[in-house]
């Protein structure tokens, strides 16, 4: 991942399994845009005569400041509770799986039993939990797919 602007680099540092452990993070980090002029901006506050105390303080009032003042712009990057990634699904209020985004108001991995399902609902596309087809299993979490039964079982 980069930030905007070639002529200043901060990397986006994550894990490899963020998609599977904190599918929001990841997606929060994709989003997250910041302008070298914004970071510059907030760090304008900072005293540089200042000690390290001094410094850290300035820098957390800063932070907290820019925070509260723009909103708009780390608004966009907060991630909807019901755009799903694969292997996860739309749920309700109880943690029950739903298969309409009115119904919905997060997503959960899906349960063995269960695969994930890309729909397109209002022009947004996401994923819900599908009970595997008779003749079919899932034996897993976060699943794409259902395995066909072996015959006889």
């Known amino acids: ?17 963020l998609h599977i452990s904190a599918p929001r993070v990841r997606k929060f980090l ?34 907290c400041q820019w925070v509260k003042t723009k909103s708009d712009l780390w608004g966009k990057w907060m991630p909807v509770a019901t755009d799903c990634p694969a292997g996860y699904g739309l749920v309700d209020v109880q943690g ?12 959960q991995v899906c349960a063995p039993g269960r695969f994930s399902k890309a729909f397109t609902e209002d022009g947004r ?24 039964c072996e015959a006889g079982l």
């Open 30 to 63: 994709q989003n997250l845009k910041l302008e070298a002029t914004e970071l510059l901006e907030m760090l304008a506050t900072t005293a540089m005569n200042s000690t390290d105390d001094q410094k850290l303080e300035t820098l957390s009032g800063a932070a």
């Open 125 to 148: 596309q996401t994923y819900r939990c599908q009970e595997c087809e008779v003749g079919q299993h899932q034996s897993r979490f976060g699943q794409s797919q259902c395995i066909q």
């Open 96 to 107: 029950l799986p739903v298969a309409s985004l009115a119904s919905a108001v997060d997503c």
């Open 1 to 17: 991942f980069r930030t905007a602007g070639n002529e200043v680099y901060i990397a986006k540092l994550a894990s490899l399994g």
